[in-house]
């Protein structure tokens, strides 16, 4: 079952920093926060993941609040093609399912 | 690495028919796949996962009869829509491959009309 919470949609300006919140205050002390998104018709693709610590890769960076009951995605400089559904989702790490919440739909506005 | 191939990617079938899509791992092996549906607008919901060599785990709900399951390789897993019905018509995925930090890797859906 999907343990997080995230608002249905945004907009963001194209060139803008996009920040997407997501809840997940029932996470447990070994679950993994991942982000993945879904651009229209496509299959996820994989984004960013983290425990505590924040991460940054090419694609995002991950802010994990210090009590992990959050996270904030961060696009620094949104484009066109970052248009998607934004799913966060907590497992554990491998070897588990992955269960989607609702997402964030992110409209990248020109 | 970690490329998850579908297909098909579209398909239309007539009501009372089976349809089959494959799910292909095509540069690891996969002891395990699981299956998604999403409906438009809807979040992928879980339907079942695919273990090599055994019968497969399928989620609350999911008619195990009415969605066949076949995961007979370590690179193939088969998703058998058996006599289906327009409401049957979805976007089914399946994704496989959990590498250390970086979770499953997707295939790019199966878009399944019944009419």
């Known amino acids: 079952d999907a343990k997080t919470t995230q608002p249905p949609s945004m907009d963001c300006a194209e060139g803008r920093a996009a920040n997407l919140p997501c809840n997940h205050s029932?996470?447990?002390?070994?679950?993994?926060v991942y982000w993945y998104r879904q651009i229209h018709s496509q299959g996820p693709q994989y984004i960013i993941h983290g425990l505590k610590n924040n991460e940054t890769n090419e694609m995002a960076s991950l802010i994990i609040t210090e009590d992990r009951k959050s996270s904030t995605l961060i696009l620094p400089h949104a484009t066109l093609r970052d248009t998607a559904v934004y799913y966060c989702?907590?497992?554990?790490?491998?070897?588990?399912?992955?269960?989607f919440g609702t997402g964030t739909s992110l409209t990248v506005i020109p | 690495g970690a490329v998850v191939s579908q297909h098909p990617s579209r398909v239309i079938c007539k009501s009372g028919t089976s349809v089959k899509i494959e799910c292909r791992s095509l540069d690891f092996q996969a002891t395990t796949m699981f299956w998604y549906r999403q409906f438009p607008k809807k979040s992928l919901m879980l339907m079942a996962t695919s273990n090599e060599g055994s019968k497969a785990t399928y989620e609350q709900g999911v008619e195990k009869d009415k969605f066949l399951i076949n995961h007979a390789s370590l690179t193939l897993s088969t998703l058998t829509v058996t006599s289906a019905h327009p409401e049957d018509s979805s976007f089914y995925i399946c994704s496989a491959g959990d590498r250390v930090g970086y979770g499953y890797t997707f295939g790019s859906g199966t878009r399944l009309t019944v009419v």
């Open positions: 989702i907590v497992r554990l790490n491998t070897g588990n399912q992955f269960y």
């Open positions: 029932t996470i447990s002390g070994n679950e993994y």
